[in-house]
C-alpha cells in the first residue's frame, strides 16, 4: 500500500520557470492538501480539496494553482517561480469523517529550489 | 533533512527516561488539537489528536495533555527509545481542513 506518492522528489527551477507537482493517494480518502515547510518554521496550507470537484485556499496560495484531477490526484502548479518559492512541499490526504480531527496522512515531500 | 531549521528548540533525553513535549497555541476556537511527528526526510506522521472539550486523552506511550486557561498542550512519551528521535508539531484545528501548525521541537534521544 503506497499511501500518498508525489513526484518528483527533487527539483531545481530558474527564476520565472513553471512546473506541476504530482499528487495521488491510494487509500480512497475525499480529502487532499498541499502544505509548504520552510527552514525553522512549521507546516503552512498552500491549497485544499475537501472532496473532488472542490479546491479551497489555504494560508499561503498567492503563486499557486491547484487541480483535483480525479479522487487519486491532486496537483499544485507554479506558474512563474520565484525564489520565496523555494521550500519543501508536502501533499496529504485524510479520509472522510477525520479530516475535521486534522488526522492527515502526508507523503514524503517534494524539495524545491529555484534560483 | 526537510526539518532542519536553525532555532529549533531541541530536547535531549537518555534512553528509557519520560520525554514532556509543549507547546502554545493561539485561538481558543480550535475545535481539535492534535500531534505529529517528523523523522528527517520524510512527511510528517500523525500521532494523537484531542478534542477540546477534553484535557487529556493517552495512546500507546504517549499523553496529550490540554490546558485551555493557558492555551497549553504537552505531549508525553513514556520510556522514551531511540526510534522516538525525531521533530514533533503540535497543530490546531481551526476549521475544517485547516490546521495551523507550531514550530516544532526536535527531541534528541541518548542511548
Known amino acids: 500500500n503506497a499511501g500518498v506518492t508525489q513526484t518528483p522528489k527533487f527539483q531545481v527551477l530558474k527564476t520565472g520557470q513553471s512546473m506541476t507537482l504530482q499528487c495521488a493517494q491510494d487509500?480512497?480518502?475525499?480529502?487532499m492538501y498541499w502544505y509548504r515547510q520552510d527552514p525553522g518554521m512549521g507546516l503552512r496550507l498552500i491549497y485544499y480539496?475537501?472532496?473532488?470537484?472542490?479546491?479551497d485556499k489555504g494560508e499561503v496560495p498567492n503563486g499557486y494553482n491547484v487541480s483535483r484531477l480525479n479522487k487519486r490526484e491532486f496537483s499544485l502548479r507554479l506558474e512563474s517561480a520565484a525564489p520565496s518559492q523555494t521550500s519543501v512541499y508536502f501533499c496529504?490526504?485524510?479520509?472522510?469523517?477525520?479530516?475535521?480531527?486534522?488526522?492527515?496522512?502526508f507523503g514524503e515531500g517534494s524539495r524545491l529550489t529555484v534560483l | 533533512g526537510e526539518n532542519v531549521g536553525l532555532h529549533l528548540p531541541t530536547l535531549s533525553v537518555q534512553e528509557g527516561d519520560n520525554s514532556i513535549i509543549n507547546c502554545a497555541y493561539s485561538?481558543?476556537?480550535?475545535?481539535?488539537f492534535i500531534w505529529y511527528k517528523q523523522e528527517s526526510g520524510k512527511g510528517p506522521q500523525f500521532i494523537i489528536d484531542?478534542?477540546?472539550?477534553?484535557d487529556k486523552r493517552q495512546g500507546q506511550r504517549v499523553t496529550v495533555l490540554l490546558n485551555k486557561t493557558v492555551k497549553h498542550l504537552s505531549l508525553q512519551i513514556a520510556a522514551t527509545q531511540p526510534g522516538d528521535s525525531a521533530v514533533y508539531f503540535c497543530?490546531?484545528?481551526?476549521?475544517?481542513?485547516?490546521?495551523?501548525f507550531g514550530g516544532g521541537t526536535r527531541l534528541m534521544v541518548k542511548p
Open positions: 480539496s475537501a472532496s473532488e470537484g472542490t479546491t
Open positions: 485561538n481558543s476556537a480550535s475545535d481539535y
Open positions: 484531542i478534542r477540546s472539550n477534553m
Open positions: 487509500m480512497n480518502h475525499n480529502s
Open positions: 496529504a490526504s485524510s479520509p472522510i469523517g477525520r479530516a475535521n480531527t486534522g488526522e492527515l496522512f
Open positions: 497543530a490546531e484545528n481551526l476549521a475544517y481542513n485547516m490546521l495551523t
